[in-house]
């Protein structure tokens, strides 16, 4: 109903300039206008024309009054022709009481209402055209120039209105893309610390899936990687099927194609298109997927595989899309150096393994197989003498070197692996360790081992960590015998927050690390080190040297307590 009163118009008009001023959702603001307008005017119909860019004509048409059946029956929305094209083109109120007879009136389209009243105002935003808000058949039969006057004021306020949504609604889209932008550093990020700290490739794998599913909002992802003509599935995340393992072809496999031609795809019909059943990679009742290839230096590696986005299964979109290739190059390089990391492992152990045989090698060559060859010469001297009492005499020297042979070889067999160790436990093998070199190298050994022994009840140690300790030592001592030409060594190992800590330190005459490390062993002690998840360290001077370790001090799964991670696997967790 139009309102009348000088003072109710003018107090309408300030609450609708304060409601709108809070107003921040462009849909909500352009309707509010339209109802405010008919109720200040008391026109049937009011409408909103947006124009285009080019402001050239109009790009949307909004009304209120025109029920849904009576716009279906008029058509296409109008584009700014006759009077409407005439407000474009100057924008200024126009104010007409038979909008028909206007020369540049086109008539109405069949179905549409009869007007003939018009009211036309231009709404401008920082100073130019927007839009146009326009009034039909007001109540009073023509509208006076109060109406044009609170209508000119409205659109006023409605341009400030639209323009602060227009600046909110822009801040908003850039917050959410500067978010996913954060997002997407932030895996990435998690990504490099991985690479950085050299985890596993296992860790690794499981990091990729777990932080791409969350960037793009996957109900689940799968990363599979390219071992020769199949694809691999290596690690899952969300809601799937434990499939690592599982195999697919490249060829003939969309999955494949994806690899092959290094481009993402986005699947709105997982089972017309995928060309296999989701179950296969684990994942069940899968509707839509984005599939994105990993690629490092023009290498394909592998797919990561995302499946619906959010719990209702929606597609994904472009966004979406582009934020998992650029986190899908920052995995393929996490994989491609954790893979390298792990063949560098295998290299490691295997030279270890080797430089291990070799020394065997040379103890059986340099000793047992020369005692067995002087042996061999004394009792073929023996039996070609006639002497019977000389013969005696070269057989008891026989026996004695077959015995001082069996001691040898006692010795080796400690070396590789001594009884006490499974026996007694780690405390008791390196006690009899020490006794050995204390015999045998001739130097003092200060021990300081705080390891728990059998009689007390404790817990055994991981029978890894206890050979990785053990040999530790073991390799420590032996540069010192064999190369430090040391006079004192202390050996210290103990248990001190959940961690253990081993030092080997002589007073011996020291060498360069990065020089002589190969001969010195240092690449197995570092290997052992490291399987275990632990940290070493070696320092050499003229004042000796000192070899230092941390490992994580876990014990036996038949203790019934949960295991000890090492540091880096926690990190992964």
């Known amino acids: ?178 978010e996913k932008a954060f997002r997407g550093l932030e895996a990435t990020r998690d990504v490099a610390v991985a690479i950085g700290g050299e985890i596993s490739l296992e860790h690794v794998l499981e990091l990729i899936v777990k932080r791409g599913r969350a960037l793009v909002g996957a109900r689940s992802l799968v990363i599979m990687l390219r071992e020769g003509q199949e694809l691999v599935v290596q690690a899952s995340a969300g809601h799937v099927r434990e499939m690592s393992g599982a195999r697919l072809p490249i060829a003939g496999s969309t999955s494949g194609h994806v690899l092959e031609h290094r481009r993402p795809e986005r699947i709105t019909d997982v089972a017309a298109r995928l060309r296999i059943s989701p179950n296969e990679i684990g994942v069940p009742d899968a509707h839509t997927a984005l599939l994105v290839p990993m690629v490092y230096r023009g290498e394909a590696l592998g797919v990561l595989a995302a499946f619906d986005r959010g719990e209702g299964g929606s597609v994904f979109g472009e966004d979406e899309e582009q934020m998992l290739r650029t986190f899908a190059a920052s995995a393929a390089t996490a994989v491609a150096m954790a893979q390298s990391v792990q063949a560098d492992r295998l290299r490691s152990s295997l030279a270890a393994a080797d430089a291990e045989r070799r020394h065997w090698a040379r103890e059986l060559h340099d000793e047992t197989l020369q005692s067995l060859g002087g042996l061999r010469v004394l009792l073929s001297s023996a039996l070609r003498r006639e002497d019977l009492q000389r013969a005696q005499e070269a057989m008891r020297e026989a026996v004695e070197h077959i015995e001082q042979e069996i001691e040898n070889l006692r010795a080796i067999i400690t070396e590789l692996r001594p009884a006490a160790l499974d026996e007694l436990g780690l405390g008791t093998a390196i006690e009899a360790l020490l006794d050995r070199h204390r015999e045998q190298s001739g130097f003092h050994i200060d021990d300081e081992l705080e390891l728990p022994g059998p009689s007390a009840g404790a817990e055994r140690l991981d ?111």
């Open 1 to 178: 109903m139009k309102v009348d009163s000088e003072e109710l118009w003018i107090r309408r008009l300030l609450e609708v300039g304060r409601t709108l001023m809070t107003e921040l959702d462009l849909a909500v603001v352009l309707d509010r206008v339209l109802q405010t307008a008919r109720e200040i005017t008391g026109a049937r119909y009011a409408a909103l024309g947006i124009l285009n860019d080019e402001r050239s004509e109009l790009e949307q048409f909004l009304t209120s009054g025109v029920d849904e059946e009576t716009r279906r029956a008029i058509g296409d929305p109008p584009r700014g022709r006759g009077v409407l094209g005439a407000l474009i083109e100057h924008p200024r109120p126009l104010r007409l009481p038979d909008v028909g007879q206007h020369p540049s009136s086109y008539g109405f389209p069949a179905g549409h209402p009869v007007m003939h009243s018009f009211l036309g105002v231009p709404i401008m935003i920082r100073g130019q055209a927007w839009g146009n808000l326009y009034l039909t058949e007001t109540a009073g039969g023509e509208f006076s120039e109060q109406d044009e006057e609170a209508a000119t004021i409205l659109a006023d306020w409605a341009a400030i209105a639209i323009d602060n949504a227009r600046v909110y609604e822009t801040s908003e889209r850039r917050r959410q893309e500067l």
């Open 463 to 573: 029978e890894d960590l206890e050979t990785a300790v053990y040999r530790l030592v073991q390799e420590a001592l032996t540069n010192a015998a064999k190369h430090a030409r040391a006079d004192r060594v202390r050996v210290a190992v103990g248990e001190s927050g959940g961690e253990l800590l081993i030092e080997v330190q002589d007073d011996g005459t020291g060498f360069d690390p990065e020089t002589v490390s190969r001969g010195f062993g240092l690449a197995g002690m570092q290997e052992r080190v490291s399987l275990a998840g632990g940290t070493l360290s070696v320092e050499s001077g003229e004042r000796g040297t000192l070899v230092a370790a941390r490992l994580p001090a876990r014990r036996r799964e038949s203790a019934g307590e949960s295991t000890a991670q090492p540091e880096s696997e926690q990190a992964a967790s």
